[in-house]
């Protein structure tokens, strides 16, 4: 007899961390850059800039000043937004499709499966269908959980008809997907 089988997880959706890296990076940048500018400064000079050495207003500065609190009311904000930019999820990235029609044997034993598409995917597949048809002389496709926007290059010299063909078929191939939730077609002859 075989092992019980479990359910798969749900495809989770990561959190994008694109902006607390930027923040952290931005920040590394600026005070890196600032420390160069010191240096540089020290050597040139004979002296730290705007009275930042050990004997100027940032070698004084203690906790109980009003320039202290401020510095870290800034460092707790900074920390702030950046635990905020860490923990906020990303857009969606994939789109659900029906899998009534997935064989039995392909389901876990609880028959939960989750089957997605990813909207680079979706493009890419969008583009190459589109690009297959007659009239058709590049195709550029963008799309998310709500639109698909399809661009199409063309030659012809009535596009109207190559655009109602190319829609109707697009429409046929998205709909046999079965995308939850369905998303729009717009198609513009570019």
Same mark, same amino acid.
């Given at each position: 007899?075989?092992?019980?089988?479990?359910?798969?997880?749900?495809?989770?959706?990561?959190?994008?961390?694109?902006?607390? +890296?930027?923040? @952290?990076?931005?920040?590394?940048?600026? @005070?890196? #850059?600032?420390?160069?500018?010191?240096?540089?400064?020290?050597?040139?000079?004979?002296?730290?800039?705007?009275?930042? &050495?050990?004997?100027?207003?940032?070698?004084?500065?203690?906790?109980?000043?009003?320039? &202290?609190?401020? /510095? %870290?009311?800034?460092?707790?904000?900074?920390?702030? $937004?950046?635990?905020?930019?860490?923990?906020?999820?990303?857009?969606?990235? $994939?789109?659900?499709?029906?899998?009534? =029609?997935?064989? $039995?044997?392909?389901?876990? %034993?609880?028959?939960?499966?989750?089957? +997605?598409? #990813?909207?680079?995917?979706?493009?890419?597949?969008?583009?190459?269908?589109?690009?297959?048809?007659?009239?058709? *002389?590049?195709?550029? @496709?963008?799309?998310? %959980?709500? =639109?698909?926007?399809?661009?199409?290059?063309? *030659?012809?010299?009535?596009?109207? +008809?190559?655009?109602? %063909?190319?829609?109707?078929?697009?429409?046929?191939?998205?709909?046999?997907?079965? /995308?939850?939730?369905?998303? *729009?077609?717009?198609?513009?002859?570019?």
């Amino acid at each position: 007899m075989s092992a019980p089988r479990h359910a798969a997880p749900g495809l989770l959706q990561r959190p994008n961390r694109a902006v607390a +890296v930027a923040l @952290v990076g931005l920040s590394a940048v600026l @005070v890196g #850059g600032f420390a160069v500018y010191m240096a540089i400064e020290r050597i040139r000079v004979g002296e730290y800039p705007l009275g930042t &050495g050990p004997d100027g207003w940032l070698g004084g500065l203690t906790w109980n000043t009003a320039a &202290g609190w401020g /510095l %870290a009311a800034g460092l707790i904000c900074l920390g702030v $937004a950046l635990l905020v930019a860490a923990w906020k999820p990303g857009r969606r990235n $994939a789109l659900v499709v029906n899998h009534e =029609r997935v064989p $039995a044997a392909g389901r876990t %034993a609880a028959g939960s499966r989750e089957l +997605v598409i #990813g909207n680079e995917d979706l493009e890419r597949w969008l583009r190459r269908v589109a690009e297959n048809l007659d009239g058709v *002389s590049r195709a550029t @496709v963008r799309a998310s %959980a709500r =639109r698909i926007n399809v661009v199409i290059t063309t *030659s012809v010299s009535d596009p109207e +008809v190559v655009r109602g %063909a190319i829609e109707s078929h697009l429409r046929q191939r998205v709909d046999g997907l079965e /995308l939850k939730p369905n998303p *729009s077609l717009r198609i513009r002859i570019g």
